[in-house]
């Protein structure tokens, strides 16, 4: 098992390494000024001080934007392992660090009791911000993850059991219809309907201040309608998914020669029949992760939750080239590591599948 996944650890090095040579390349590959050339042409255009040229110049060292295609990448790539992935255009998060305040001789500035003064330290760096706005991002993944395979293998399962029927016709419909509509015309619609119009939910933000509730409470209250469209959006690709696999093993030999024997129903279907459906369950895990993370952009921006999701978005929109490449290097590590999880799981759900190093 160790050895698997030191040989799993390694090959993903190598995958990310891949990516991050195309995410590069399509940047550089690009006519005309650079991307931070571009940003801040205008700027420098009106700076007679020249600060601007040299913050500009700063960013494109970063970036290795200065030096041939193949050095700028290895300078790049060598500032991204050092943890500077150079400053957003657009964003800035608060470092939870403060600044004394001096005046311009150096003096302490205080206030009336006599106190120094102090400012709040910010930051532009792309890896603090995603480290910052990831965080509701992940609990609303984790929350759809849990609900999406709650919801979908049970109603799969259903379905397989009863085919032909009206549950499994119902079923049917209710997949087609996530797997139909378009995150942002059914996040639109609910927001319209339960927010707007019925008023049952909150239709923007995390929290309210003029709310009765508890903080937690309120934060679940603004999270209902978000991790609704996630859900219901991502459960009809699994269920289709279930109920094909489970008709499959259903019509197996060895489950007719458990029926045979005399095993009630329910231990057929969820001892002998659902273990096997499992096995290519598992495959799925690798890209539900990253798939979720990537629906949210669209989500977190209908619903106004600062996450990760919403700032890409803001970013694609407005031409954060900092912020894009960061966010698909961290949607690649996503995949990487939803596709270990997914072999490893494999030994867990499977016993006769062994993980090794190498072949025998």
């Given at each position: 098992m160790i050895?698997y996944?030191?040989?799993?650890?390694?090959?993903?090095?190598?995958?990310?390494?891949?990516?991050?040579?195309?995410?590069?390349?399509?940047?550089?590959?690009?006519p005309?000024?650079?991307?931070?050339?571009?940003?801040?042409?205008?700027?420098?255009?009106?700076?007679?001080?020249?600060q601007v040229?040299?913050?500009?110049?700063?960013?494109?060292?970063?970036?290795?934007?200065?030096s041939?295609i193949?050095?700028?990448?290895?300078?790049?790539a060598?500032?991204i392992?050092?943890?500077?992935?150079?400053?957003?255009?657009?964003?800035?998060v608060?470092?939870g660090?403060?600044?004394?305040?001096?005046?311009a001789?150096?003096?302490?500035?205080?206030?009336?009791?006599?106190?120094?003064?102090?400012?709040?330290?910010?930051?532009?760096?792309?890896?603090?911000?995603?480290?910052?706005?990831s965080?509701?991002?992940?609990?609303?993944?984790?929350?759809a993850?849990?609900?999406?395979?709650?919801?979908?293998?049970?109603?799969?399962?259903?379905?397989?059991?009863?085919?032909?029927?009206?549950?499994?016709?119902?079923?049917?419909?209710?997949?087609?219809?996530?797997?139909?509509l378009?995150?942002?015309?059914?996040?639109?619609?609910?927001?319209?309907?339960?927010?707007?119009?019925?008023?049952?939910?909150?239709?923007?933000?995390?929290?309210?201040?003029?709310?009765?509730?508890?903080?937690?409470l309120?934060?679940?209250?603004?999270?209902?309608?978000?991790?609704?469209?996630?859900?219901?959006?991502?459960?009809?690709g699994?269920?289709?998914?279930?109920?094909?696999?489970?008709?499959?093993?259903?019509?197996?030999?060895?489950?007719?020669?458990?029926?045979?024997?005399?095993?009630?129903?329910?231990?057929?279907?969820?001892?002998h029949?659902?273990?096997?459906?499992?096995?290519?369950?598992?495959?799925?895990?690798?890209?539900?992760?990253?798939?979720?993370?990537?629906?949210a952009?669209?989500?977190?921006?209908?619903?106004?939750?600062?996450?990760?999701?919403?700032?890409?978005?803001?970013?694609?929109?407005?031409?954060?080239?900092?912020?894009?490449?960061?966010?698909?290097?961290?949607?690649?590590?996503?995949?990487v590591?939803g596709?270990?999880?997914?072999?490893?799981?494999?030994?867990?759900?499977?016993?006769?599948v062994?993980?090794?190093?190498?072949?025998?």
């Open positions: 050895k996944i030191v040989k799993r650890l390694a090959l993903s090095v190598l995958i990310l390494f891949g990516v991050s040579i195309i995410i590069y390349g399509l940047v550089r590959i690009k005309g000024l650079d991307f931070v050339q571009a940003k801040y042409y205008a700027q420098m255009q009106l700076d007679n001080t020249g040229a040299l913050m500009v110049e700063k960013q494109r060292e970063i970036y290795g934007l200065t041939p193949l050095e700028g990448y290895l300078v790049w060598g500032n392992l050092q943890g500077e992935w150079g400053d957003s255009f657009i964003f800035s608060m470092t660090e403060v600044e004394l305040l001096v005046d001789e150096g003096n302490p500035v205080l206030d009336s009791e006599g106190n120094q003064l102090t400012k709040p330290i910010s930051s532009s760096n792309v890896l603090d911000i995603i480290a910052s706005k965080t509701i991002s992940f609990v609303i993944a984790l929350i993850t849990i609900l999406q395979f709650g919801i979908a293998i049970p109603l799969g399962i259903t379905s397989a059991t009863k085919q032909y029927g009206v549950v499994d016709y119902s079923v049917t419909v209710l997949a087609m219809m996530g797997i139909s378009p995150s942002f015309f059914f996040g639109a619609l609910l927001l319209r309907v339960f927010s707007i119009q019925l008023g049952w939910f909150p239709y923007a933000g995390l929290t309210d201040p003029n709310s009765n509730l508890p903080v937690l309120d934060n679940i209250h603004h999270l209902v309608l978000p991790i609704t469209v996630l859900v219901i959006l991502s459960i009809g699994l269920m289709r998914y279930t109920r094909t696999n489970m008709l499959e093993v259903l019509n197996a030999d060895y489950i007719r020669t458990a029926r045979a024997k005399g095993l009630s129903e329910h231990k057929v279907i969820y001892k029949a659902f273990r096997n459906t499992l096995i290519p369950l598992v495959t799925i895990l690798a890209g539900i992760l990253p798939g979720l993370f990537g629906g952009m669209i989500t977190e921006t209908i619903f106004s939750i600062d996450g990760i999701g919403k700032a890409a978005y803001k970013a694609v929109t407005m031409g954060d080239i900092p912020f894009v490449m960061a966010y698909n290097l961290f949607l690649s590590v996503l995949t590591i596709t270990l999880l997914s072999d490893l799981m494999y030994a867990v759900v499977d016993p006769r062994k993980l090794t190093g190498g072949s025998k």
